[in-house]
Every structure is written in C-alpha cells, then in structure tokens.
C-alpha cells in the first residue's frame, strides 16, 4: 500500500488554494478492521490526505524546495463519516506562510454518489501548522535530499496533470 | 490599544493555541514550563498574534527569531558547555528587551523558559508602540 491519501488535485490556484478529492475504496485493507463489518474511513487518515492536500499547496509556493513538515494539527472537527463508496473533497486555503512555514485552513466535503443526491456535503473542517523543518529553531541538520516531495507526491501529480515544474 | 486589552486578545491566543485555561494565563506564566508549549507552537502564537494585531492599515509581522533568537548553539562566543556566555547573555538582553532575565542562571534549556505571558504582552505594546511612533 502506498501512503498516497488523495487521489487527484482538481484546482491550483499557486499561493491561495488546492484542491483535491480522494475516492473511499473497498479495496483499502485497513477499512475492512475499521470497523469489522461496518467499514469506515478512518478519520486520522482523513486528516493526513488533509495534510497532503495542503502540504502541496504549501510546498508549491517554493518550488517544493523546502521540505514542508506537518507540525501541528490546530482544529480538526469532522462531524460524518465517510463510507465506501464516497467522495471526499479537501479544499485547502493557505493563511500564512514565512520562512519558518505555514498556516492553512481547510473544508472537508463529501458526496454520497447515491442517483439522487450529487450535492456536496460539508463535513468538517481541518486546520494545520507547517514547519519548514531546515528552518527549524532547534537548529538540527536534516538530509539534503527533499524526503518529503518524493516519488509518491510526483505520482500523484503527474495523475492529476501537472509536474512539480509547473505547479 | 491599551496594556488590558492586549493581555486580553494574548490570552484568548494562548488558550486556543495551547488547549490552556484561562485562569493559568497570569502574566509570570511561563509558555513552556507552566502552559506546555512546544517550540512549534511559537510558530502557532506567532501566526495568531500576526493575524490578531493586524489591522488593514497596519501590517502586524513578526521576523524569524524576533521574539526568541535562534541558533544560539551554533555561536561559541555566545553558548559555551550548555551555559550562556556573558557575551551572550549582554546579546540576549538587547535583542528581547520584552524579557525579564532576573534569576536567569545562564543555563541553554532554560532560555525558552523565560518567555511568560507577561513578556509576550510586554513584547507586542512594545511593537505595537513602535508602529505608531
């Protein structure tokens, strides 16, 4: 399994927003023990395709030069599950970046994709704390390499159309 | 924006950056021994207060290392064997004139410590003063 929580980027507006949608899937192992018999999206994971959606915004505002850290989560309020077969939507909209990092908000919807309902439904709404960690106040030495804009990140752009360059 | 006020507007930040009640945010509060913040939540309290002082007319921005320097570490001159140096302690006492260094023993793991509710209410007067001079 790859640690890939979005599946597409559907909006770029470079520095402002991202947005991007991740299908819940039967075929996901993990929700078959979450819960037995009763599968859901785990809501940790939920926050981490979050996560994703707005470390990318983040990361693109640099040219994913900096290697951008999930360092806090400030709020994460998700009021329904999301089930097989759904549709999630994370619309991330950046607050703050510095040198240090980054503040972003971001709306969770979701659609059922039952015949009569094609609305999308806010869900919750989850707000994150970025660190550029070679900024970091402590001062410790991290790899050259950009660890965090790796191979799964460039797969999930290249799915949605875009390359890093022209993020 | 008088003294109060100020107090008033860091407490609410400080409550909802560090899940804190109320009644432990008193001005000799310190952030990290007494209300448990990490270092990344000075990037948190530094976003907030930014957000919280700014007006449309009056930016409020915080540089790197304003409120707290970095990379102390690296410096002999100012850290030596885990203890600040007079030549570092004289650094920090010009650059975080926000702060109260009295009882201040040099030692490096403790200079997070002296950052308190009060300094950080001493240190946006401080800044808010300045802009309007």
Redesign the interface.
């Given at each position: 399994m790859r640690w890939m929580w979005i599946d597409r980027i559907v909006e770029h507006e470079p520095g402002a927003r991202l947005v991007a949608v991740k299908n819940v899937s039967l075929a996901e192992e993990h929700i078959h023990d979450h819960f037995p018999g009763t599968p859901v999206m785990p809501g940790a994971l939920l926050i981490e395709g979050v996560a994703q959606t707005s470390g990318i915004m983040v990361g693109a505002v640099n040219q994913f030069r900096e290697k951008v850290i999930l360092?806090?989560i400030?709020k994460a309020m998700i009021e329904r599950d999301a089930l097989p077969g759904q549709t999630l939507r994370y619309t991330a909209s950046l607050?703050?970046i510095?040198?240090?990092?980054a503040?972003t908000t971001a709306a969770v919807e979701l659609r059922t994709n039952e015949p009569d309902d094609d609305r999308w439904h806010a869900i919750g709404q989850v707000d994150l704390?970025f660190?550029h960690v070679d900024?970091?106040?402590?001062?410790l030495d991290f790899p050259e390499e950009n660890f965090v804009f790796g191979e799964n990140f460039r797969a999930i752009l290249a799915a949605s159309g875009l390359v890093p360059e022209t993020v | 924006m008088t003294h109060d006020e100020i107090q008033a507007k860091i407490a609410e930040v400080l409550e909802e950056a560090l899940g804190c009640d109320e009644d432990e945010i008193v001005p000799s509060a310190s952030l990290t021994a007494d209300l448990g913040a990490e270092s990344i939540d000075f990037l948190d309290i530094v976003f907030q207060l930014e957000k919280t002082f700014s007006t449309d007319g009056a930016p409020f921005k915080i540089d790197q290392g304003e409120l707290f320097p970095e990379g102390l570490m690296d410096n002999p001159e100012w850290v030596q064997d885990g203890t600040i140096t007079d030549a570092g302690l004289a650094m920090l006492k010009e650059r975080m004139p926000h702060v109260n260094f009295d009882g201040f023993d040099g030692t490096l793991s403790k200079v997070g410590d002296l950052i308190t509710v009060g300094s950080l209410v001493d240190f946006v007067d401080r800044k808010l003063q300045a802009a309007a001079a």
């Open positions: 360092a806090k400030t607050d703050r510095d040198e240090a990092g503040a704390i660190s900024q970091n106040m402590s001062g | -």
